[in-house]
């Protein structure tokens, strides 16, 4: 079993940065293959972003490659995502999930753990 608690979102002008964070409870972070989602009002939850345990590749959505940068710090068991020129389509409430099953890392029903979610506000 694990927790996992975000942070750091809020209200940013459009061409902003942003990192949020996950950290996660347990002692066996580091064998979790850890991701981002979204989900904007009105509309599905989507994948952003995943890291691997076990080699740390990474997989970004379209909308995330070039502006969006995943990482993870194993001694602290927290992953970021970090957001940088930021775009008002990119408002929604992040949610980091992780997960110690084979396979995704792209669906919702990949991972079994979700946080409870951090908003992210983007002005233009």
């Known amino acids: 079993q694990v927790q996992l608690v975000e942070s750091g979102g809020g209200l940013v002008q459009s061409g902003d940065s942003l990192r949020l964070s996950c950290t996660a409870s347990?002692?066996?972070?580091?064998?979790?293959?850890m991701a981002w989602f979204r989900q904007a009002p009105g509309k599905e939850r989507e994948f952003v972003v995943a890291i691997r345990w076990y080699d740390g590749n990474t997989y970004y959505a379209g909308s995330a490659k070039g502006r969006f940068t995943v990482s993870r710090d194993n001694a602290k068991n927290t992953v970021y995502l970090q957001m940088n020129s930021l775009k008002p389509e990119d408002t929604a409430v992040y949610y980091c999930?992780?997960?110690?099953?084979?396979?995704?890392?792209?669906?919702?029903?990949?991972?079994?753990?979700w946080g409870q979610g951090t908003q992210v506000t983007v002005s233009s």
């Open positions: 999930a992780a997960t110690t099953r084979v396979g995704g890392p792209y669906r919702i029903y990949d991972y079994d753990y």
């Open positions: 347990g002692r066996t972070f580091r064998s979790y293959d």
